[in-house]
């Protein structure tokens, strides 16, 4: 393994190039960056933590453990409506990340810096006799009040969900060891989708004023669901046979139907679920056909007790073990 260079000189030679110049991260030089919300906006501010083995492997590529670490923290962003301008970074390098690993590492940053339109604004470094842990804290903004939150949801609320569920749950499986009997090109479509989540930061801010309620699916479809359904106090059904699935995904359920459990509950899919009345159709419709983001309405928000449900198709309530990630 290569010799780690010092921690100030890994700083200046990896890092603060990263800061593009942005005023107020005085090239990453102090211990504390400035900035100033837009007119009219406030900021958002969201913290997720990756650690290796937990939530990625050991070998896997850096650039892409970058990258996964910033777009998972957009997504929260894109769940509030919020457009983001830069991160914060905490790096806890264990034993095994050496200066290739760290230049691969932020040259995804900056491949997805671009590609996000941010900038790192400060952080932490320092080193961890076990794995490497990685912390980002995403920093947005939303225009004042709009913020979209997990409380507003209200009966006779459809509920919509982007793009497909339980890709990156069946991939995880994938790179575990599985395969389902799935040819190559559909085994790569779900492990891309388990290393690499799109967060939806457009479709966040159109919801802008349309969506009652909404939140990414990081944990779960069901689990994260009632959060909405307990900070709402509201029951919301879901239709199993609605739930959109990638032809990969549907391959694999066709042989083995069980496997709807990770689909409603093996998280990491970075979508946006969210609850819209029946007028917000039309926009809806709207969004989806300049978005090119597949918009599908998977259930329905009803008086009751906050719970979530998933019917099959003769109205039967389905029952899974797992409903969720929970970290501890």
Same mark, same amino acid.
């Given at each position: 393994?290569?010799?780690?260079?010092?921690?100030?000189?890994?700083?200046?030679?990896?890092?603060? $190039?990263?800061?593009?110049?942005r $005023?107020?991260?005085?090239?990453?030089?102090?211990?504390?960056?400035?900035?100033? @919300? &837009? $007119?009219?906006?406030?900021?958002?501010?969201?913290? *997720?933590?990756?650690?290796?083995?937990?939530?990625?492997?050991?070998?896997?590529?850096?650039?892409?453990?970058?990258?996964? !670490?910033?777009?998972?923290?957009?997504?929260?962003?894109?769940?509030?409506?919020?457009?983001?301008?830069?991160?914060?970074?905490?790096?806890?390098?264990?034993?095994?990340?050496? *200066?290739?690993w !760290?230049?691969a590492?932020?040259?995804?940053?900056?491949?997805?810096?671009?590609?996000?339109?941010?900038?790192?604004?400060?952080?932490?470094?320092?080193?961890?006799?076990?794995?490497?842990?990685?912390? +980002?804290?995403?920093?947005?903004?939303?225009?004042?009040?709009?913020?979209? $939150?997990?409380?507003?949801?209200?009966?006779? *609320? &459809?509920?919509?969900?982007?793009?497909? +569920?339980?890709?990156?749950?069946?991939?995880?499986?994938?790179?575990?060891?599985?395969n389902?009997?799935?040819?190559?090109?559909?085994?790569?479509?779900?492990?891309?989708?388990?290393?690499?989540?799109?967060?939806?930061?457009?479709?966040?801010?159109?919801?802008?004023?349309?969506?009652?309620?909404? !939140?990414?699916?990081?944990?779960?479809?069901?689990? *994260?669901?009632?959060?909405?359904?307990?900070?709402?106090?509201?029951?919301?059904?879901?239709?199993? &046979?609605?739930?959109?699935?990638?032809?990969? @995904?549907?391959?694999?359920?066709? @042989?083995?139907?069980?496997?709807?459990?990770?689909?409603?509950?093996?998280?990491?899919?970075?979508?946006?679920?969210?609850?819209?009345?029946? &007028? @917000?159709?039309?926009?809806l419709?709207?969004?989806?056909?300049?978005?090119?983001?597949? +918009?599908?309405v998977?259930?329905?928000?009803?008086?009751?007790?906050?719970?979530?449900?998933?019917?099959?198709?003769?109205?039967?309530?389905?029952?899974?073990?797992?409903?969720?990630?929970?970290?501890?």
């Amino acid at each position: 393994m290569n010799e780690v260079t010092g921690e100030f000189d890994m700083i200046a030679r990896l890092f603060a $190039p990263l800061t593009d110049g942005r $005023p107020g991260t005085f090239d990453l030089r102090n211990d504390a960056a400035t900035f100033v @919300a &837009s $007119p009219g906006h406030e900021t958002v501010i969201t913290l *997720d933590t990756l650690c290796e083995g937990i939530h990625f492997f050991g070998d896997d590529d850096p650039a892409g453990v970058a990258r996964k !670490l910033l777009r998972v923290n957009l997504s929260d962003l894109a769940a509030m409506g919020a457009r983001p301008f830069g991160y914060l970074l905490s790096l806890a390098r264990g034993k095994s990340q050496d *200066d290739p690993w !760290l230049e691969a590492f932020a040259a995804g940053l900056k491949e997805d810096q671009k590609l996000f339109g941010v900038t790192l604004l400060g952080g932490d470094t320092t080193r961890t006799e076990k794995g490497l842990v990685l912390s +980002l804290t995403a920093l947005g903004e939303v225009p004042m009040g709009k913020a979209l $939150p997990r409380s507003g949801a209200q009966p006779g *609320d &459809s509920v919509v969900v982007s793009g497909t +569920l339980g890709d990156a749950a069946l991939g995880l499986c994938i790179l575990q060891g599985k395969n389902f009997g799935l040819d190559a090109a559909n085994r790569a479509h779900l492990v891309d989708r388990y290393h690499l989540p799109q967060p939806r930061l457009q479709l966040g801010h159109r919801l802008v004023g349309v969506a009652h309620a909404c !939140l990414d699916v990081s944990d779960g479809l069901l689990g *994260d669901l009632e959060h909405i359904a307990q900070a709402s106090e509201v029951t919301i059904q879901l239709d199993a &046979s609605a739930l959109p699935l990638s032809a990969a @995904a549907r391959s694999v359920l066709n @042989a083995d139907a069980q496997l709807l459990s990770n689909v409603v509950g093996g998280g990491d899919d970075y979508e946006l679920v969210f609850t819209v009345p029946a &007028s @917000a159709r039309p926009e809806l419709a709207r969004i989806e056909g300049e978005s090119g983001i597949p +918009l599908t309405v998977i259930g329905d928000v009803l008086p009751g007790p906050a719970r979530v449900e998933v019917l099959d198709s003769e109205r039967q309530v389905l029952q899974f073990e797992r409903r969720g990630w929970t970290h501890f």
